[in-house]
């Protein structure tokens, strides 16, 4: 989708909030504008991501956002964000719609809320998918790619839909539930990511399905959820119906996506423990071709992570995130054997360091250090040629600051 076809959607969205604005006699206190410019920088020993960084570094890495919100009633309001993301040869920037969405509460007594929420929608996946391109709501630079793959991005991060959200009262704290049905976006990173290339076809029908449920108690100190979701991604051949294939290429039919995730996180005056957990099958059987030898395969993925509040405006954060691309070839010989990508190109093990640092309430200054273990979720597009030329051990420096208004 080009850059006029987002801005004009951006202004359509605008224009319908202020046009139900001026309708419910428009308040100036209920209509809120903000945005956010983040701007990266990394420097890999070997190895790229988000650009050329093994070179003399990366300055690929950038986010710049406006969002608007207004409560039409005290049920009803809509919100729009328009994002333009660059990160290296993933995503060139061109602004999209990251959300535009009517949510209307049915309920809001304090121990009792409920309300639907439609249209492009954040997907509720596990405690950080929601916000995910907001600094501020983030631990570090980098989510946990083992989770939160920044290469499937644009597939994890929304919908075209519906979702069902409650917050229910229950012994001891509360209930929040999200239900959710839609079509995901899709775009060629997911070939990439699933695929392992940029196939000749595309995926062209898909639906999707997501309930999420989190407890958290009435102190504020645990916080436990699960999230439960099935993928079906379309695959169209780019010759159609009969044409002859080749190696690289699939018949028409579904990828089937499934995964469950449970997440837990323990929150102290002074740090934060937080572990998440995810089982992800994926089902290649019905395109056959590349995957004919191996049409079933689950991902295996966690991360254990802490994060100590140093003060108000300092903290750190040390984590381990672990992803097996096939859960039953924990050490890749299997599938390397199958598939021409050496064995390190099917896991991933990774040490993290940060530090924070948010002189005042609307900057946040971010530095960290990777140590890696494999491959698992390096971008191929920011890595062309041969699997076998990426290095199994390498380091990542980043460096981050941003500004929201």
Known sequence: MNIKRHFLIFLSACSLLLSGAARAEFDPEALKIHGFITQGFFYTDHNNVYGESSDQGSLDFRELAINTSYRFTPRLRGAVQLMSRRAGEVDDGTPQIDYALLDYRFSDAVDNQFGVRFGRLKIPFGF???????????????????????QARDLELSVDGGIFYSYVEVPGGRLDIDLLYGIPQKDRNVEYAYLGFDATGSFDDSEGYMAR??????????RIGATLAEYKLGYKPAGGPGFPLDFFEFDAGDMILNLALLSAQYNAEKWSLTAEYMQHDIDWSEMGGLFTPRPESTIESFYIQGQYRLSQEWDLVLRYDELLLDKNDPDGIANSAIFPKPAHAFYSKDWTFGVGWAPTQDWLIRA??????????????????????????????????????
């Open 128 to 150: 950080y998918n929601e916000t995910r391109d907001v600094a501020f709501t983030r631990p570090t630079i980098m989510l946990p790619q083992s989770l939160y793959f920044d």
């Open 213 to 222: 449920a989190i407890y958290n108690d009435d102190s504020g100190a645990y």
């Open 368 to 405: 960290e250090y990777h140590r890696v273990e494999g491959t698992g979720w390096l971008p191929e597009q920011d890595n062309p040629g041969p699997a076998a030329a990426q290095r199994k051990n390498w380091n990542i420096y980043a460096l981050q600051a941003t500004y929201r208004f």
